[in-house]
């Protein structure tokens, strides 16, 4: 998260650091802002509450003591105390850049750009009204197509999962989406648009990955300014993402797979065989929680095997899973720890290294078959 404003040209870092330097609320236009952007009023009554990022019951406290939003969390620093603005907790909540966030709490002109662009900035938004995020959300999702067989999405995914079995999901379709950045629409790409379901079963959000329109990769998107760009992003938030996942497949026997990523569990799903679901950071990992009425009873969490952070010498995906297996045991769920073999990566990253092998050296017509148990994805 680009929080501190690294990778800004210099003309936008200074002028985000003026804006963020000037800016001023009162106290009941903070609480209002940070709930326009789906910050709970229950975190913002002054008392010990859940933490809007990372959860708990009485984690975090919003105290606006120096007036500029301020709150303390005992755990949003991987698991030690952070405190910051209002801002930053709008930031971190929304998984933005604080230049972005500034751009829109702005609302007026955007800073100076070296380069220009030939396509209008769309009209300035001052916040995000919930009814004009559904009606975006769900024109997006109807426009996209379901995924069929040889299609662009699948296309993409049999690339960074070789040899994947999975099948189309009721929860991925495929688009043409605009790549908007900095207010401004940069050009269509095609992408997958993928549908994150709170436990009750709202959308949470839709995520989209950007797709190259001619070779199964993720897009190459830069910036005016040269600044290449993310290919993987939430929309705009409908409800608060904690609790939620992408739900790529049907629970099998009253079991289901959690990891992070999208192409991760697919990976982890041609390793086990089992049905996975994605949760698209390790934050929202740690939060899942079992949707009632799917008879779920095993839980399978899929760890990213990430490199220690040298602040907490935790690995951070590894920690993330401890975080949710514990909570589920507490729940009474049966939970299955899955850790890929080498640090540094996750499970798409083992399938694919062990499908190449496995290609490379057995002949052809005769492949292995990994997946212990076939799960369908309908
Ligand atoms: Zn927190």
Same mark, same amino acid.
């Given at each position: 998260m680009s929080t501190s404003g690294r990778g800004l040209s210099p003309e936008k870092y200074e002028w985000l650091q003026r804006k963020l330097k000037e800016f001023a609320l009162s106290p009941e236009a903070w609480i209002s802002t940070l709930m326009s952007y789906?910050?709970?009023?229950?975190? @913002? *009554?002054g008392r010990a509450s859940a933490c809007p990022?990372?959860?708990?019951?009485?984690?975090?406290?919003?105290?606006?003591k120096s007036g500029r939003g301020d709150w303390i969390c005992r755990k949003c620093n991987d698991g030690y105390p952070m405190a910051g603005d209002g801002l930053q907790l709008i930031a971190r909540a929304n998984r933005m850049g604080l230049y972005r966030l500034m751009c829109q709490l702005d609302g007026g002109s955007p800073p100076p750009s070296r380069a220009r662009v030939s396509t209008p900035a769309p009209a300035p938004k001052r916040k995000a009204d919930p009814a004009f995020v559904a009606r975006r959300l769900d024109g997006m999702w109807s426009d996209a197509r379901p995924q069929a067989v040889g299609d662009l999405s699948m296309r993409y995914l049999q690339e960074r999962v070789?040899? @994947? *079995?999975?099948?189309?999901?009721?929860s991925l379709r495929l688009g043409m989406l605009e790549y908007r950045h900095e207010k401004k629409v940069l050009g269509e790409w095609p992408g997958i648009v993928a549908r994150f379901e709170l436990p009750?079963?709202?959308?949470?959000t839709l995520h989209r990955t950007f797709l190259d329109p001619v070779k199964p990769a993720k897009a190459t998107i830069v910036s005016p300014d040269g600044e290449l760009l993310d290919a993987k992003l939430n929309d705009m938030?409908?409800?608060?993402?904690?609790?939620?996942?992408?739900?790529?497949m049907s629970p099998v026997d009253g079991e289901i797979g959690v990891g992070e990523g999208l192409e991760t569990v697919y990976g982890a799903f041609m390793e086990t065989g089992v049905p996975a679901w994605y949760c698209l950071n390790r934050v929202l990992l740690s939060r899942f929680v079992v949707p009632d009425?799917?008879?779920?009873k095993v839980v399978h969490i899929f760890m990213d095997f990430d490199h220690?952070?040298?602040?907490?010498?935790?690995?951070p995906g590894v920690s993330a899973g401890m975080v949710l297996a514990k909570r589920l045991r507490e729940q009474g769920y049966t939970v299955v720890l899955h850790r890929p073999?080498?640090?540094?990566?996750d499970f798409a990253d083992q399938w694919r290294s062990r499908w190449i092998a496995a290609h490379e050296s057995a002949?052809?017509?005769r492949r292995p078959a990994y997946a212990s148990r076939v799960a369908l994805a309908i």
């Amino acid at each position: 998260m680009s929080t501190s404003g690294r990778g800004l040209s210099p003309e936008k870092y200074e002028w985000l650091q003026r804006k963020l330097k000037e800016f001023a609320l009162s106290p009941e236009a903070w609480i209002s802002t940070l709930m326009s952007y789906g910050i709970s009023g229950d975190c @913002l *009554t002054g008392r010990a509450s859940a933490c809007p990022v990372c959860g708990g019951d009485d984690r975090f406290t919003y105290d606006n003591k120096s007036g500029r939003g301020d709150w303390i969390c005992r755990k949003c620093n991987d698991g030690y105390p952070m405190a910051g603005d209002g801002l930053q907790l709008i930031a971190r909540a929304n998984r933005m850049g604080l230049y972005r966030l500034m751009c829109q709490l702005d609302g007026g002109s955007p800073p100076p750009s070296r380069a220009r662009v030939s396509t209008p900035a769309p009209a300035p938004k001052r916040k995000a009204d919930p009814a004009f995020v559904a009606r975006r959300l769900d024109g997006m999702w109807s426009d996209a197509r379901p995924q069929a067989v040889g299609d662009l999405s699948m296309r993409y995914l049999q690339e960074r999962v070789p040899g @994947l *079995t999975a099948g189309s999901s009721p929860s991925l379709r495929l688009g043409m989406l605009e790549y908007r950045h900095e207010k401004k629409v940069l050009g269509e790409w095609p992408g997958i648009v993928a549908r994150f379901e709170l436990p009750e079963g709202r959308l949470g959000t839709l995520h989209r990955t950007f797709l190259d329109p001619v070779k199964p990769a993720k897009a190459t998107i830069v910036s005016p300014d040269g600044e290449l760009l993310d290919a993987k992003l939430n929309d705009m938030t409908l409800n608060p993402l904690a609790g939620g996942a992408v739900r790529l497949m049907s629970p099998v026997d009253g079991e289901i797979g959690v990891g992070e990523g999208l192409e991760t569990v697919y990976g982890a799903f041609m390793e086990t065989g089992v049905p996975a679901w994605y949760c698209l950071n390790r934050v929202l990992l740690s939060r899942f929680v079992v949707p009632d009425g799917l008879g779920i009873k095993v839980v399978h969490i899929f760890m990213d095997f990430d490199h220690v952070d040298l602040k907490t010498r935790q690995s951070p995906g590894v920690s993330a899973g401890m975080v949710l297996a514990k909570r589920l045991r507490e729940q009474g769920y049966t939970v299955v720890l899955h850790r890929p073999r080498q640090r540094g990566t996750d499970f798409a990253d083992q399938w694919r290294s062990r499908w190449i092998a496995a290609h490379e050296s057995a002949p052809l017509g005769r492949r292995p078959a990994y997946a212990s148990r076939v799960a369908l994805a309908i």
